[in-house]
């Protein structure tokens, strides 16, 4: 068996996101796992969130 661990970074800019923390990394974890095939394993997919303001 084999364990493989991406990271990925992603940043967006723009207007004040009205999501909560929680409602964001739902969606990431959400249409992230879509993109893998069942057929490969069953991803762990974490999602940190940090808002800064510019």
């Known amino acids: 068996m ?3 661990i991406i990271r990925i970074q ?3 800019k ?5 999501m909560s ?3 964001i990394k739902e969606w990431y974890e959400s249409h992230i796992a879509k993109l893998f ?3 490969y394993g069953t991803p762990e997919i ?3 969130v940090k ?3 510019a």
């Open 37 to 39: 095939d069942p057929a």
């Open 2 to 4: 084999e364990e493989q």
């Open 46 to 48: 974490t999602v940190d």
């Open 14 to 18: 723009g207007e004040v996101c009205e």
């Open 10 to 12: 992603i940043k967006t």
């Open 51 to 53: 808002r800064t303001k």
């Open 21 to 23: 923390d929680a409602q």
